[in-house]
């Protein structure tokens, strides 16, 4: 199929500046939407966290936990060191390995929220468009409500976005400060890294292509291109370069 049967490059200056507004914002409220569900997990078990422009940290309160093998390892170290089996051998190495496991749960739980929530509000966005897609269809231009849900869909964008980041972390050997949610999930269920990663992306650009392919108009289809693109690097630009640190440091 030929380019211009799919867009039509004529570009419309007032719909381009609303959505590339409309990207600015989304990038950032998807941004902390996803990480308010990390703080939401890690506030419900108890624990105590703070939200970041970009992250989320938290006091895990094992601290009376680790308090009590430290003691017992104090009391018991000839016989917790010992090759021979000793209850108390027994007894510190079960407490140690049900603090691991519990660690490691609530670690995996707080992990898996960001993106189920974005994936949640992502997949009902596409839900709506699906079942409005026939009436959109008859529209030469998509409305402001069908706008507001093609932005609460593009949340899928996200995965495409780690997706084709960790492409990049991997094939130049650049190190990434953040291992990303789906790789962690991946580890917590001892699969493989790009199993995830690679499952959510390729799923996130079948839904972006759908999307901006039969969804959006054709005459309105280039602007939303171009408009994505520049909303979506100025809007992170703008987070996590000048007001993130500012707001959320």
């Known amino acids: 199929m030929q380019i211009k049967n799919l867009l039509s490059f004529t570009v419309y200056p007032r719909l381009f500046a609303a959505l590339t507004i409309g990207f600015v914002l989304a990038t950032i409220i998807g941004t902390q939407t996803h990480e308010y569900a990390h703080y939401i997990t890690a506030k419900s078990i108890g624990f105590k966290p703070t939200l970041h422009y970009?992250?989320?940290?938290?006091?895990?309160?094992?601290?009376q936990q680790l308090a009590v093998l430290d003691s017992i390892y104090t009391a018991d170290e000839d016989k917790i060191l010992a090759k021979q089996s000793s209850p108390q051998k027994e007894n510190y190495l079960k407490l140690t390995a049900a603090l691991n496991a519990e660690m490691e749960y609530n670690g995996f739980l707080i992990t898996l929220t960001g993106?189920?929530?974005?994936?949640?509000?992502?997949?009902?966005?596409?839900?709506?468009?699906?079942?409005?897609?026939?009436?959109?269809?008859?529209?030469?231009?998509?409305?402001?409500?069908?706008?507001?849900?093609?932005?609460?869909?593009?949340?899928?964008?996200?995965?495409?976005?780690?997706?084709?980041?960790?492409?990049?972390?991997?094939t130049t050997g650049m190190q990434s400060k953040n291992g990303g949610d789906e790789g962690k999930v991946a580890n917590y269920?001892?699969?493989?890294?790009?199993?995830?990663?690679?499952?959510?992306?390729?799923?996130?650009?079948?839904?972006?292509t759908w999307i901006v392919f039969y969804i959006i108009s054709k005459p309105q289809r280039f602007t939303f291109i171009i408009a994505g693109l520049a909303g979506s690097a100025l809007g992170a630009l703008l987070w996590f370069g000048w007001i993130g640190p500012v707001v959320l440091p």
């Open 54 to 63: 970009q992250s989320v940290s938290y006091n895990a309160g094992y601290a």
């Open 115 to 170: 993106p189920l929530q974005t994936i949640f509000f992502g997949s009902a966005g596409v839900l709506i468009l699906w079942l409005d897609r026939h009436k959109i269809r008859t529209k030469a231009a998509l409305t402001f409500k069908n706008w507001v849900t093609v932005f609460v869909a593009f949340l899928w964008s996200r995965q495409l976005a780690v997706l084709l980041q960790k492409i990049v972390y991997t």
């Open 189 to 208: 269920l001892h699969l493989n890294k790009w199993s995830i990663v690679s499952v959510l992306g390729a799923l996130s650009a079948l839904i972006l």
